[in-house]
């Protein structure tokens, strides 16, 4: 699959429009789709039943194994949570302004656009800080902490923890990586990566997104529009 295609089928995906929910409280979310296992908690600890239109508040844990689940965030905004991942709502009002936090997983993130001084879109994981004002993106957080930003549209701000580096701007088609304590590498840009990796003797077409050299060279898994999706290896 091209990575035209594999783009499309992702923001086919994330296409569905959700208005505002205005009416809820800053940081919460309504739960819009889901399929297999997932696990949710209130603030509290106490587990909550999953289904269609469910409201989660701030600070609520989701949490998936062969499952994934779509919410709808107050602010319009939504985002796919996928399969072996752990995500904990935050509210925008407190901290530095983490609308979530992503601590092992992959979710894909369409943001609703930002006007004028309304205050940026941020989520947290254990190794960065994704600052956005209106984008489709991916985040993944891998086992040992590493932090992959995926661009399909807009621009991502991406810095390192703890704070006071760095940070690099990625535009669409480019992917950064982070780790821990440890300042964004250098966006790459995704088709360029792909055809060097195609080109290579005995190389195999590559689905989705830049081979990582301190790892095997095995592509990762692309995106088709499914909710599974392969996660990648530490």
Do not use: C
Not at 58 to 80: C, F, P, R
Not at 221 to 226: A, K
Request: aromatic share 4%.
């Amino acid at each position: 699959m091209k990575l035209l295609t594999i783009l499309a089928g992702i923001l086919i995906l994330l296409a569905s429009q959700s208005p505002a929910q205005e009416s809820l409280p800053i940081g919460s979310a309504i739960v819009a789709d889901f399929k297999g296992e997932v696990s949710l908690h209130s603030l509290s600890g106490d587990a909550l039943v999953v289904q269609n239109g469910l409201v989660l508040d701030a600070e609520s844990t989701i949490q998936t194994a062969k499952g994934t689940i779509l919410l709808n965030l107050q602010d319009g905004s939504q985002v796919l949570i996928k399969s072996q991942s752990h995500v904990v709502l935050k509210s925008p009002q407190v901290g530095i302004g983490l609308y979530l936090e992503l601590f092992i997983g992959k979710l894909l993130a369409r943001v609703q656009k930002r006007m004028g001084e309304a205050p940026a879109f941020r989520i947290g994981t254990p190794s960065a800080v994704i600052t956005v004002r209106g984008t489709r993106f991916e985040v993944e957080v891998t086992k040992k902490q590493r932090t992959y930003v995926q661009v399909y549209e807009g621009i991502v701000e991406v810095r390192g923890l703890p704070a006071g580096g760095r940070s690099v701007l990625v535009w669409p088609g480019f992917s950064t990586q982070v780790n821990v304590d440890r300042d964004p590498q250098e966006p790459r840009n995704l088709a360029e990566e792909i055809r060097k990796f195609n080109e290579r003797p005995g190389g195999r077409e590559m689905e989705a997104g830049p081979p990582e050299t301190e790892r095997p060279a095995q592509p990762r898994t692309g995106e088709s529009g499914e909710h599974e999706s392969e996660g990648r290896p530490d």
